[in-house]
């Protein structure tokens, strides 16, 4: 087994190539976009409660498109849903640069930018996710999911990154307007993808999994979820690292006044998880070999929380115990600890969903997955602004992290079999 990345889906597989291609172009985008509304949102404000309004907004859309977009995924040809959701991103991402070449100065056009954006995505991620197991081997998904976190990463590095940069040279205008052109890249991607309609069923398949989309459909993916512990972990394990413990609202505050530095800082901050994350990821090869994945997920998120309560310990400590600068520094190793640890639960928490979820289901379940992936970071920030406003931006940092740790350790005691799952054998 490889110590390093295996980029053996990359080398066997055209479509494969091209779609991952296309995403990770894409979602550099997407991420300087995130950064770009927080720091706007921020500066018409000056309110991290207002910032965390952003996750509010973000969140009830992906719910509902979410849930649904998993039926149409499950229900029509999936290169067909992903590039009409696609392509609803990219209009949204054109009318996030036309707002501010306009000037805009109202915060609520904003909000209802970030809303249909993620409505987009909540649809398109889905039917991205479960187009892997269909063109690809089992066998290859652990090494295609630590690719595609992977990428993420990168993204999450160059985005923030590039955002910063772009803010403090030409604007908000300059930033959304390169985030409307590279995001075309995900319609390239998927646009070259052959039919991919339902497949015609699978053995044991229940008659009431094939109704039309709409909310029964919906609940069929839920009765599913209900009866598999193991699937309905590794949603379980994530909401408590995402929702108690997440720190990107805190991060204009701390560009603007703890740590100093503004916008730069922001990415910097942002960059720095994506890097932890491409380190983990570069030397993942040996991931496929794990069998005790659900023991894994537990550790990694442990390492979350300890790294979040770092950073806010670093952020207790700017300007008193510590200078700004060195502040910053252990800030920013802590959530390059924080990235590491969540790119590696991450990648096996997809494969788990993947492996132990039969055809006509994974677009639901991967509909539940992008609620629970991206609804939980967006709760989390709403919940994480508001306790700021109370405490102050370290303080709930440090708690935050704390309580996630807390909260992984009484899950291990009560779901001993989830500690146990086999990942020669699938069992949801």
């Known amino acids: 087994m490889p110590l390093l990345l295996d980029l053996e889906p990359l080398r066997s597989n055209t479509d494969y190539r091209r779609l991952y291609a296309g995403f990770t172009l894409s979602n550099i985008g997407s991420q300087l ?12 404000t000056r309110s991290t409660a207002s910032v965390g309004v952003v996750g ?6 992906l719910v509902v498109m979410g849930l649904y977009g998993g039926t149409l995924v499950d229900h029509f040809d999936r290169r067909i849903v992903g590039l009409v959701a696609q392509s609803v991103a990219f209009v949204v991402s054109v009318l996030c640069a036309l707002q501010a070449w306009m000037g805009n100065s109202s915060v609520l056009v904003l909000y209802a930018l970030v809303a249909a954006w993620n409505a987009a995505f909540a649809v398109s991620s889905p039917a991205r996710t479960s187009i892997y197991p269909r063109i690809l081997r089992r066998e290859q998904l652990p090494a295609a999911n630590a690719l595609s976190v992977f990428a993420m990463n990168a993204s999450m590095t160059v ?7 772009l803010v403090d040279w030409g604007g908000f205008r300059a930033a959304y307007t390169v985030d409307a052109v590279i995001t075309t890249a995900a319609l390239w991607g998927l646009a070259r993808l052959p039919s991919l309609p339902p497949e ?3 053995s044991g398949e229940a008659t009431s999994t094939r109704r039309a989309p709409g909310i029964r459909s919906v609940l069929d993916g839920f009765s599913f979820l209900a009866t598999r512990p193991n699937v309905r972990m590794t949603f379980i394990a994530d909401i408590c690292a995402m929702v108690l413990a997440q720190p990107r609202v805190l991060f204009p505050a701390a560009g603007a006044v703890i740590f100093g530095g503004g916008a730069t800082t922001v990415g910097l901050l942002s960059a720095a998880a994506a890097v932890g994350g491409i380190g983990a990821m570069f030397f993942s090869g040996r991931l496929g070999s794990v069998i005790h994945q659900g023991r894994a997920i537990l550790v990694s998120i442990v390492g979350w929380g300890a790294a979040i309560a770092g ?6 400590a700017a300007g008193d115990v510590l200078t700004r600068g060195q502040a910053l520094w252990v800030g920013l190793v802590a959530m390059a600890v924080a990235g590491g640890s969540d790119s590696v639960s991450a990648v096996f928490r997809t494969t788990i969903l993947q492996s132990a979820t039969p055809d006509h289901l994974r677009g639901r379940l991967q509909g539940v997955f992008i609620v629970v992936v991206a609804g939980g970071p967006r709760l989390g920030e709403l919940l994480g602004g508001f306790v700021a ?4 931006e370290g303080m709930t940092a440090l708690v935050g992290g704390f309580a996630c740790v807390a909260a992984i350790v009484v899950l291990a005691r009560v779901t001993p ?3 146990r799952y086999d990942a020669r054998n699938p069992t949801p």
Request: net charge negative.
């Open 56 to 61: 509010l907004c973000a969140l009830v859309p």
């Open 200 to 202: 015609p069923g699978d």
């Open 311 to 316: 950073l806010g310990a670093a952020m207790l």
């Open 159 to 165: 985005g923030p990154l590039l955002a910063g940069l």
């Open 417 to 419: 079999g989830f500690l």
């Open 33 to 44: 976009a995130v950064v770009a509304i927080g720091l706007q949102v921020y500066d018409l």
């Open 389 to 392: 406003e109370n405490i102050g």
